[in-house]
């Protein structure tokens, strides 16, 4: 006798059961299609992020300003921790190194503005 909505003899339920592959593709994400902003939207911030700091590196060089290329290379550097951070599921961190990163990049800017 079949056990009803995919379950085994004890009660828990298979994933992989192919019976069920349907009902499990309408409840959760589906496989190889779908609409997946999150990862244009990660590689987008990625792109910019990348341009807008190596732009103010690039442009603390081309002026002199060196305390505006370090504050630059900081804030890159802690970008980096805290994308880290993000990998190792540790969000607090994470949100604090993007605010370092955010400081020193405002700095970068004031020194090439001043």
């Known amino acids: 006798m079949r056990e009803p ?26 496989i190889g299609g779908g609409n997946d902003f999150e990862k244009y939207a990660v590689a987008v911030i990625i792109v910019f992020g990348a341009l807008i700091i190596g732009g103010l590196m690039a442009a603390s060089m081309t002026f002199g300003h060196r305390n505006g ?5 900081g804030g890159a550097t802690s970008a980096w921790i805290g994308g880290n951070a993000l990998l190792l599921d ?22 090439l503005v001043a």
């Open 69 to 73: 290329f370090l504050f630059a290379l």
């Open 90 to 111: 540790r969000p607090r961190i994470y949100a604090l190194f993007v605010a370092i990163a955010a400081l020193m990049l405002v700095a970068s800017t004031i020194t």
């Open 5 to 30: 909505a995919g379950q085994n003899e004890y009660g828990s339920t298979n994933p992989f059961d192919p019976d069920d592959l349907p009902t499990l593709n309408a409840i959760g994400p589906t």
